[in-house]
């Protein structure tokens, strides 16, 4: 008896047999197998982090080369070091960093791809979305929910400048997206400036409520000035999560889930001092500095940053962060979409 199967064929031959079948568009799995079901995740993406110092004058200098109007969005993407030319954070996040100049109108359009928007710079910018107009400061995470007209604009006499984040990657891999460019540049106001703050925001909710936004949120400005607050109020009545800080997510309040249909959004407090002990998980994550200074070490190298920086942590790998002062970050990842699909998974030290 055989105690193996032996190879029924040799090299050559099986190559004869692949050239035969590829005219038919057929394929041998077993030659690709091990590379489509890899034993465990294995992101692409290399950590990284783009230091706002250097990053601010070349966006300025962008403010003099093109104007809102003519790029549409004045951005400079933050692309991954290992995935250049692909407008990639991460495989499936994109992200960018964007500047309005005073007077400037980045005009109304819409699309099936979500966005966020973490201000860093903002002295009286607005964005308007499905007619509401909200003034956006540093710290505020603004969402345009998928399919809702936005455009953006400043009245006042500084530049506005915040981080995006699309979920475009999901979407192109999908093939489901649409995008529209409105007949205005701005569209027109059809509701009171913050109303769906003062509508959705105060853990009342109309008794036959439904987001106007589907699967998102109604609310699509959370203030920095009211999540410190709440965040700075677990720091003081909570005890710490070993791996994770002091960590709020931005919650949907007609259902609690992610403010976001596929993408997840906290904010974490390390107090000066604190390191998180080691954790990985299945989302890639980029970081956004809000307040003091942090070490990141990821993969086995170090980054520091300091306010307004950004970091990329990639998928499954080992890191730590350690607060040098007092900080505050957020962060967003494609968690909301993975836990929708039920493969999201996280791993701690
Ligand atoms: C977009 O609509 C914005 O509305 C920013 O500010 C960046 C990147 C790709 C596609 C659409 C915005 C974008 C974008």
């Not at 700075?232 to 949907?252: C, E, F, K, Q, S």
């Not at 993408?263 to 809000?290: C, M, N, Q, S």
């Amino acid at each position: 008896m055989q105690a193996t199967a032996q190879p029924t064929s040799d090299a050559a031959t099986r190559q004869k047999y692949y050239d035969t079948i590829a005219p038919q568009s057929l394929a041998p799995l077993w030659e690709v197998l091990k590379g489509l079901v890899p034993p465990e995740p294995r992101s692409k993406a290399v950590p990284h982090v783009w230091h706002y110092s250097k990053v601010r004058p070349l966006l300025i200098e962008a403010g003099r080369l093109v104007t809102a109007e003519e790029a549409e969005r004045r951005v400079l993407v933050l692309e991954n070091p290992a995935l250049a030319g692909q407008s990639r954070i991460t495989s499936s996040m994109y992200a960018g960093v964007q500047l309005v100049m005073p007077g400037e109108i980045a005009p109304a359009h819409k699309h099936t791809a979500s966005a966020l928007r973490l201000v860093l710079e903002s002295n009286g910018g607005y964005t308007t979305v499905a007619g509401e107009r909200t003034i956006m400061c540093r710290g505020d995470f603004v969402i345009t929910p998928n399919g809702a007209w936005h455009d953006h604009g400043q009245e006042s006499d500084t530049p506005i400048i915040w981080v995006d984040g699309l979920d475009l990657h999901m979407i192109n891999f999908f093939e489901s997206g649409f995008m529209e460019h409105h007949n205005d540049k701005k569209q027109s106001l059809v509701k009171n400036d913050e109303e769906s703050v003062a509508r959705y925001g105060s853990g009342l909710v109309p008794m036959t409520a439904h987001s106007p936004f589907g699967m998102t949120s109604p609310i699509f400005n959370y203030r920095y000035d009211r999540s410190r607050a709440a965040l700075m109020d677990v720091v003081t009545n909570n005890t710490v999560d070993p791996n994770l800080g002091h960590a709020l997510r931005y919650a949907n309040p007609l259902d609690g889930g992610w403010a976001m249909p596929t993408i997840a959004t906290w904010l974490t407090h390390l107090p000066k001092g604190f390191e998180t002990k080691g954790y990985r998980a299945t989302d890639g994550r980029t970081l956004i500095v809000i307040e003091g200074e942090v070490t990141a070490e990821i993969d086995g190298k170090t980054f520091k940053m300091g306010e307004s920086d950004i970091g990329v942590w990639p998928a499954w790998s080992w890191g730590s962060l350690r607060a040098d002062k007092d900080a505050i970050f957020f962060t967003f990842s494609d968690r909301a979409a993975q836990e929708r699909l039920g493969i999201w998974r996280e791993d701690r030290r």
